[in-house]
């Protein structure tokens, strides 16, 4: 099996140089040495453990592709950008038939399938690439539609605790919300309380300072409506390993899927977990 190259776009951002680092380390993968980044980067290049790569700002992108499918051939793109550039980054991959594989959160994401579905490429599409999280998520979906209305009397509370840095409330949270509602209990998305404050996350929550720059914690509280019953889910991410092995096995997948001549398809992590 040759390696599956891979144009890992994003860097110098933290998820990307974690997907990048999994992809070096791994004989399934080749990593092209270019990478497409935001008009704030004013580098041109950036190494990561001795491979130099060349970072492509967006005036730059289309013209250089060009060159890069010519001297590569085929390859998959990994997009963990920014939310701003979501929809313009995968109308841009599905123009140049670039197959990808979207971990960036935030924009619209029902444009996103739309995109891809009219496009002559495949995609794999999530809002988080950790695939115990999404199992997690699978089951709320389960119980919300073979249980609805189960929590109905019940108040809600979401909390979730991400990196300062981090742009928009997690996607985790906000499909949570959608089971959250069909289990019977009202709520909306901006009800959701976003910490993004280090000093509130250390001293409130109890999150290590190792991982204030990088970390995922969630907590979904209910309460009766006589407040005698309390349910309580969490789950506590430290770091982004997590996310950087669960993006290589949907680009497994996704290579796969563009063998088989699969075009116009959208696939989510619970396609790949149900293949992995």
Same mark, same amino acid.
């Given at each position: ?30 990593? &092209? #040495?270019?990478?497409?980044? +935001? #008009? ?21 992108? !289309? ?20 939310? !701003?550039?979501?929809?313009?980054? !995968? ?6 038939? &670039? ?5 960036? $959160? ?5 444009? &996103?399938?739309? $995109? ?5 490429? !495949?995609?794999?599409?999530? #809002? ?84 204030? $720059?990088?970390? +995922? ?50 696939? $989510? ?8």
């Amino acid at each position: 099996m040759n390696p599956i190259k891979t144009m890992v776009n994003g860097l110098p951002g933290n998820v990307a140089q974690i997907v990048a680092r999994h992809i070096l380390r791994d004989p399934r993968f080749e990593l &092209l #040495p270019y990478s497409m980044t +935001g #008009p704030e980067i004013q580098q041109s290049g950036y190494s990561l453990e001795a491979v130099s790569l060349e970072l492509i700002r967006p005036d730059a992108k !289309a013209s250089k592709i060009d060159t890069i499918k010519s001297h590569q051939g085929q390859f998959l793109s990994v997009d963990f950008t920014h939310p !701003a550039v979501v929809n313009h980054n !995968a109308e841009f991959y599905c123009q140049a038939g &670039l197959p990808f594989v979207m971990g960036t $959160t935030g924009g619209d994401r029902q444009k &996103l399938v739309e $995109t891809v579905s009219s496009s002559s490429i !495949a995609a794999v599409i999530a #809002p988080n690439m950790a695939k115990q999280i999404v199992g997690f998520q699978a089951m709320m979906e389960y119980a919300a539609d073979t249980f609805p209305a189960l929590f109905e009397g019940y108040t809600l509370e979401i909390k979730e605790s991400h990196q300062n840095g981090k742009a928009d409330t997690s996607g985790t949270a906000k499909a949570m919300v959608t089971y959250f509602n069909q289990l019977g209990v009202p709520f909306s998305e901006d009800q959701i309380i976003k910490i993004r404050n280090p000093e509130i996350q250390q001293t409130q929550w109890g999150i290590d300072q190792e991982y204030l $720059t990088g970390h +995922g914690w969630h907590t979904y509280t209910l309460v009766s409506e006589d407040r005698t019953v309390r349910f309580e889910f969490t789950h506590n991410i430290n770091g982004r390993e997590i996310y950087g092995r669960g993006t290589l096995d949907a680009l497994l997948y996704l290579s796969g899927k563009v063998e088989d001549g699969v075009s116009g398809k959208v696939f $989510t992590m619970i396609d790949v977990l149900k293949n992995s």
